[in-house]
């Protein structure tokens, strides 16, 4: 049997990680014996503590692949967040909870739902097809929704995403909440990271119509904190917007305690975000209250006010 390539999107997060190692073990239960996990990018403070805490290895490193190779995607389905050579794979399966961005010559199994995290997806996944989910399996989920909701307080949130998280802290016998505030906290701290990898942490080019752009988003527990590198942030900022070339360069600040966020703006097209959100940049800067979700909250509005 051929080997199968399972990963999640570049600058992957935790539900793209735990989304390719819950991935690849139900399809290794379902026979797919060559199914194994990869990641396209490092692994931030947040996962690392989630991999740490249930003492699993992190998945091998992936920059491209061979034509011909067979590949699940989870968490994204956008060739420009993918693999190297994505356009010369077998895409088999694709599991995600993004708007659809890819096209194909050929049928393919895909599940997408409009739910707060893809592990939400694989939870019913492994139940439709009657797959055992160990403890280790359900923290992984578990991890996944708490990350990607913000502990179910993010707009994204679903009825299906509180119900699973509901479900799998039963086969974990523990306080779902107080493990999930210190694995959120744990992804705040960016004492370790240089301004460049801050900037590439969760960076996506989401083109706003005909404005290219990079929308990241870093979580923090004290927006001052961060605040205080807004110089040399700013910096970095102007060299990535001349490097690729964007319209519009966005950092979003999300205070994960008091659910606001705080945003540097840059580029030619920044008034977007002042037509978006009825606020006015002062020093390229502006508090986005009750702002918290990219996808929800973020990337639809700001594509309508560009």
Same mark, same amino acid.
């Given at each position: 049997? @051929?080997? =199968?390539?399972?990963?999640?999107?570049?600058?992957?997060?935790?539900?793209? !990680? &735990? %989304?390719?190692?819950?991935?690849?073990?139900?399809?290794?239960?379902?026979?797919?014996?060559?199914?194994? @996990?990869?990641?396209?990018?490092?692994?931030?403070? *947040?996962?690392?503590?989630?991999?740490?805490?249930?003492? $699993?290895?992190?998945?091998?490193?992936?920059? &491209?692949? *061979?034509?011909? @190779?067979?590949? #699940?995607?989870?968490?994204?389905? %956008?060739?420009?967040?993918?693999?190297? /050579?994505?356009?010369?794979?077998?895409?088999?399966? #694709?599991?995600?909870?993004?708007?659809?961005?890819?096209?194909?010559?050929?049928?393919?199994?895909?599940? +997408?739902?409009?739910?707060?995290?893809?592990? &939400?997806?694989?939870?019913?996944?492994?139940?439709?097809?009657?797959?055992?989910?160990?403890?280790?399996?359900?923290?992984?989920?578990?991890?996944?929704? $708490?990350?990607?909701?913000?502990?179910?307080?993010?707009?994204?949130?679903?009825? *299906?995403?509180?119900? =699973?998280?509901?479900?799998?802290?039963?086969?974990?016998?523990?306080?779902?909440?107080?493990?999930?505030?210190?694995?959120?906290?744990?992804?705040?701290?960016?004492?370790?990271? =240089?301004?460049?990898?801050?900037?590439?942490?969760?960076?996506?080019?989401?083109?706003?119509?005909?404005?290219?752009?990079?929308?990241?988003?870093?979580? =923090?527990?004290? #927006?001052?904190?961060?605040?205080?590198?807004?110089?040399?942030?700013?910096?970095?900022?102007?060299?990535?917007?001349?490097?690729?070339?964007?319209?519009?360069?966005?950092?979003?600040? &999300?205070? +994960?305690?008091? %659910? /606001? %966020?705080?945003? !540097?703006?840059?580029?030619?097209? @920044?008034?977007?975000?002042?037509?978006?959100?009825?606020?006015?940049?002062?020093?390229?800067?502006?508090?986005?209250?009750?702002?918290?979700?990219?996808?929800?909250?973020?990337?639809?509005?700001?594509?309508?006010?560009?």
């Amino acid at each position: 049997m @051929a080997k =199968t390539y399972v990963f999640g999107h570049k600058s992957p997060d935790t539900d793209t !990680i &735990t %989304s390719s190692i819950v991935m690849a073990n139900l399809e290794r239960q379902l026979g797919n014996t060559e199914a194994k @996990a990869y990641r396209l990018g490092n692994l931030n403070k *947040e996962t690392q503590y989630v991999l740490d805490y249930l003492g $699993i290895q992190a998945p091998e490193l992936l920059e &491209t692949i *061979e034509d011909d @190779a067979n590949v #699940i995607l989870v968490d994204h389905n %956008s060739p420009k967040e993918s693999v190297e /050579n994505l356009e010369n794979a077998n895409i088999q399966k #694709i599991v995600d909870h993004h708007k659809v961005a890819f096209n194909t010559s050929y049928p393919l199994y895909v599940r +997408i739902e409009p739910v707060g995290c893809t592990q &939400t997806i694989l939870y019913k996944l492994y139940k439709e097809n009657n797959v055992e989910i160990t403890p280790k399996i359900a923290f992984l989920m578990l991890s996944a929704i $708490i990350s990607d909701t913000l502990l179910l307080k993010s707009p994204t949130t679903t009825p *299906e995403d509180i119900q =699973t998280v509901e479900e799998l802290n039963e086969l974990i016998e523990e306080d779902y909440q107080e493990y999930g505030l210190e694995m959120l906290k744990a992804g705040t701290d960016l004492s370790t990271f =240089t301004i460049p990898e801050i900037l590439k942490l969760d960076a996506k080019q989401i083109d706003l119509k005909d404005k290219k752009s990079i929308i990241n988003q870093v979580n =923090t527990a004290s #927006i001052d904190d961060v605040m205080q590198m807004k110089e040399e942030l700013e910096d970095e900022i102007q060299k990535i917007i001349k490097e690729e070339e964007l319209d519009l360069f966005m950092l979003l600040i &999300t205070d +994960i305690i008091n %659910s /606001n %966020s705080q945003v !540097i703006v840059l580029g030619e097209h @920044a008034d977007i975000v002042e037509k978006a959100y009825d606020v006015k940049l002062e020093d390229n800067t502006a508090l986005l209250e009750d702002v918290v979700s990219r996808k929800k909250q973020v990337v639809p509005i700001m594509t309508e006010k560009a």
